[in-house]
């Protein structure tokens, strides 16, 4: 790949500061690991993001888009190709009503602060999950019995040849921890949600309460992507893993949380083999005990 090449283009596209080369991913993950990317970008409107995989797709470069990165893990050998960014940098939103118009890079957290200023009930399990709407929508990210495929109403999206529409909720295909995006890969623009008129001091209790049950029950003060395994029917991915005897098992630098057995965690200086590692050992324990393999809800992508 020509990188002179490829970044003479991109500046044609995007403005200097918002293409970055052999861009370490672990500032742009909460594993925080992860080797460079050839390219991380930040495109700051529908146009530039239009324009931009337009020329990816014309050079047959290849590129893959993230929001926060809070569920992802890249492996050490990094990303080929490019990194689309979309989170900081296309994070407006506005309230009208009980109707909420998002764009994708918006932090949940944030919104969930002007939705309780509004006193709208819906999204207060929403309010603590360290991502953004788009990464949200794409998973159908749940927490506390809440879902977002119980408050989002449509959906805007671009399809990799740069065309952009819109899906009702039952068009996108939400299932758990699942959307349409999963198969189709679009790329979720902004996001149009419904929510409830409420009671200020209520949501604002709920809310605490979640939070505090968050602080108390997760690792939240080591690097993570929060579960990293997919809830099997019938089963909690925590629970078998602790009646494994797994709770606390640390390979290198990565440790099954003491706190949350469902976190794999980074002590402070894992590679992302250290975290593989451990998932693997992991999974083929519980298996190996209880006949079900877990499945990763943590993405990961990249080379070795």
Known sequence: MNKEFIYKH?????????????????????????????????????????????????????YLVIGNGSNLLVRDGGIRGVVIKIADNFNEFSIEGNTVYAQSGALLSFMGKAILNESLTGFEFAAGIPGTLGGAIAMNAGAYGGEMKNIVKSVKLMDFEGNIFELSNEEMQFSYRKSIISKKEYIVLSAIIELKEGNFEEIRESMRELTKSRVTKQPLNLPSAGSTFKRPEGYFAAKLIEDSGLKGLTLRGAQVSEKHSGFVVNLGNATAKDILDLIYVVKNIVNSKFGIMLEEEVKILGDE
């Open 10 to 62: 991109l500046l044609n596209i995007l403005n200097k500061e918002d293409i970055l080369l052999d861009e370490p991913m672990k500032n742009h993950i909460s594993f925080k690991v992860g080797g460079p990317a050839d390219f991380l970008v930040k495109p700051r409107n529908e146009e530039q993001l239009k324009d931009l995989v337009s020329l990816l797709k014309k050079e047959k470069i290849s």
